[in-house]
């Protein structure tokens, strides 16, 4: 007999309040932001004009014949969250939107490097071990470019910095885009 056990993980940025889903916004190559995504009332009492808040979602299943797991199934995907992302307007423009965007690309990147390592992993009962050391692993590689890309781009006011970044996440993208969010 075969039994179908399901376990969901999810990390994100947000924080869900009582039973409503936030609102996404899903990687696509073909829909960049726009300051109009952006819906949190703004920080006050920082130098920074926007923040965006993005994070991967991530949910796998498992199929067991008895205590073996015989196959598993994931679900990786890049998500932006408008409610937590804001944006002073009056100070906002063309660049800054590109440094934000970018940060959500990079979000998208570490998606495919996750993508890329679960096709790596063999079926066996240590499966949902791997994937969450995976998943950490991942996310405090996320972490470290974000903070990376911020710092030596200081926040996109260095543009030689911010240009270098681009085209850097750009070749990135491209070379995993067998792993692409569609």
Not at 89 to 111: M, R, S
């Amino acid at each position: 007999m075969i039994s179908l056990k399901h376990v969901s993980v999810l990390l994100c940025f947000v924080m869900l309040l009582g039973n409503t889903e936030p609102e996404t916004i899903s990687w696509q190559s073909s829909r960049k932001l726009t300051w109009s995504d952006f819906k949190a009332k703004p920080v006050t009492g920082t130098s920074a004009v926007a923040l965006t808040a993005s994070g991967i979602t991530f949910g796998y299943s498992v199929e067991t014949r008895g205590d073996d797991i015989i196959t598993f199934e994931t679900h990786v995907f890049s998500h932006f969250y408008p409610e937590k992302s804001w944006v002073i307007k009056e100070d906002a423009n063309d660049h800054i939107l590109g440094h934000e965007q970018l940060h959500f690309d990079i979000t998208e990147l570490y998606v495919r490097k996750f993508r890329e390592g679960i096709s790596k992993l063999q079926v066996s009962n240590n499966i949902k071990s791997q994937l969450a050391e995976l998943h950490k692993l991942v996310n405090e590689k996320l972490n470290e470019t974000q903070k990376k890309y911020d710092a030596q781009s200081n926040h996109s006011i260095n543009k030689e910095a911010q240009k270098q970044w681009e085209i850097f996440i750009d070749v990135e993208l491209k070379n995993l885009e067998h792993f692409a969010s569609r």
